[in-house]
């Protein structure tokens, strides 16, 4: 939270909202189009595990990396992943329908819009008190999970009904 492209300034990010943009397009052009492509699975698991090992949890697990200002400036190589990613999910023979089927996917897609806000609250809160790698994040997971599954049920589905 210290460094400009880690702020909540927004400017650092319209290229990535322009991916987006585009992606929407794409998508939307993918899906009048019936496709079941194999090699979409593969390519689909290979991108989910890149954007997996990149994140500062698993390179400190894993490699015992820990967390810089390297990734922080990536934004648009990751955006570009996640574009890929999601084509792949659009044109892939199974990809789709396991994500549909997972259970864990669709709790956490429900509650990802109000953890998008609560989380850097959280996290800026709790850096405020430690600077220790675990402490930070298994603290700021857990109560955004929490505090995103309440703005879910008390205001979401709330209003939705």
């Not at 997971?141 to 929490?146: A, E, G, H, L, R």
């Given at each position: 939270?210290?460094?400009?492209?880690?702020?909540?300034?927004?400017?650092?990010?319209?290229?990535?909202?322009?991916?987006?943009?585009?992606?929407?397009?794409?998508?939307?052009?993918?899906?009048?189009?019936?496709?079941?492509?194999?090699?979409?699975?593969?390519?689909?698991?290979?991108?989910?595990?890149?954007?997996?090992?990149?994140?500062?949890?698993?390179?400190?697990?894993?490699?015992?990396?820990?967390?810089?200002?390297?990734?922080?400036?990536?934004?648009?190589l990751l955006g570009l992943l996640w574009c890929v990613v999601i084509v792949l999910i659009e044109i892939s023979a199974k990809g789709k329908q396991i994500l549909?089927?997972?259970?864990?996917?669709?709790?956490?897609?429900?509650?990802?819009?109000?953890?998008?806000?609560?989380?850097?609250?959280?996290?800026?809160?709790?850096?405020?008190?430690?600077?220790?790698?675990?402490?930070?994040?298994?603290?700021?997971?857990?109560?955004?999970?929490?505090?995103?599954?309440?703005?879910?049920?008390?205001?979401?589905?709330?209003?939705?009904?």
């Amino acid at each position: 939270n210290h460094y400009m492209e880690n702020s909540i300034s927004i400017g650092w990010y319209m290229p990535v909202f322009g991916m987006g943009l585009c992606l929407a397009t794409i998508v939307r052009k993918l899906k009048r189009v019936q496709s079941n492509y194999r090699l979409a699975d593969i390519g689909l698991v290979f991108c989910l595990s890149v954007v997996f090992l990149l994140t500062p949890f698993m390179k400190k697990l894993i490699w015992g990396i820990e967390p810089s200002r390297w990734l922080q400036n990536k934004y648009l190589l990751l955006g570009l992943l996640w574009c890929v990613v999601i084509v792949l999910i659009e044109i892939s023979a199974k990809g789709k329908q396991i994500l549909n089927k997972c259970s864990i996917l669709i709790k956490i897609g429900k509650i990802s819009y109000p953890m998008y806000f609560v989380h850097y609250i959280i996290l800026v809160k709790i850096i405020s008190y430690t600077n220790k790698f675990w402490i930070i994040s298994i603290f700021t997971f857990v109560i955004s999970f929490i505090l995103s599954e309440m703005i879910h049920y008390f205001i979401e589905e709330r209003i939705t009904k």
